[in-house]
């Protein structure tokens, strides 16, 4: 069994959002209690993530919005950190807010391991083609969510099945493991 470390972004993934959903129905699963989610401040936050991926080795990360940009800036600084596999959820373009702003750029870098980035084509945070973009440039597969918004409380994500099916086809897409687990 390999621990999902769930990665919220600006103001955290409070009820009745689909990390929180997760979280509780999901025994792998580990929210991650980063520091003042309403201010982030990325030294901080990728030390903190950092220290759960030491804690929790070969664990699979599943970020939303600023967190899979956190999620994403972990595995470039830090390749060596044992990572299963990234699912990277609407990421949010700091740029967009003066609140996450100060959060800086999005890694322009292939990113290690299997990664999948679900991006909607209605994302107020992050256009498809930006998604398109960074989906490249990381060398992770793009899921295209179709019209979801930024896939949060918002645009009508509450419980989000989806997202485990997601992780799961993740890891059985690139672990032996699984593939001959689901046969």
């Known amino acids: 069994m390999h621990r999902t470390l769930l990665v919220p972004g ?3 993934s409070e009820p009745p959002h689909w990390q929180h959903w997760w979280a509780v129905t999901d025994p792998t ?7 003042n989610p309403a201010h982030p401040d990325p030294e901080t936050w990728e030390a903190e993530l950092a220290g759960l991926l030491l804690q929790h080795p070969d664990s699979i990360l599943v970020g939303h919005s600023l967190g ?9 600084r830090w390749p060596q950190l044992r990572v299963r596999a990234a699912l990277l959820v609407a990421p949010a373009e700091p740029s967009v807010s003066p609140r996450t702003s100060p959060f800086g750029g999005i890694p322009q870098v292939a990113l290690p391991g299997p990664v999948t980035l679900a991006g909607s084509r209605n ?9 398109d973009s960074l989906a490249k440039i990381w060398g992770a597969n793009l899921h295209d969510l179709g019209f979801a918004g930024h896939v949060n409380v918002a645009s009508g994500f509450g419980p989000w099945p989806e997202g485990k099916a997601l992780r799961d086809d993740l890891l059985r897409s690139f672990d032996p493991e699984q593939q001959r687990a689901a046969s």
């Open 68 to 76: 899979a940009v956190l999620s994403a800036r972990v595995l470039a």
């Open 123 to 131: 994302d107020p945070w992050m256009s498809f083609s930006q998604a």
């Open 29 to 35: 699963a580990l929210m991650v209690d980063l520091s």
């Open 10 to 12: 600006l103001d955290g």
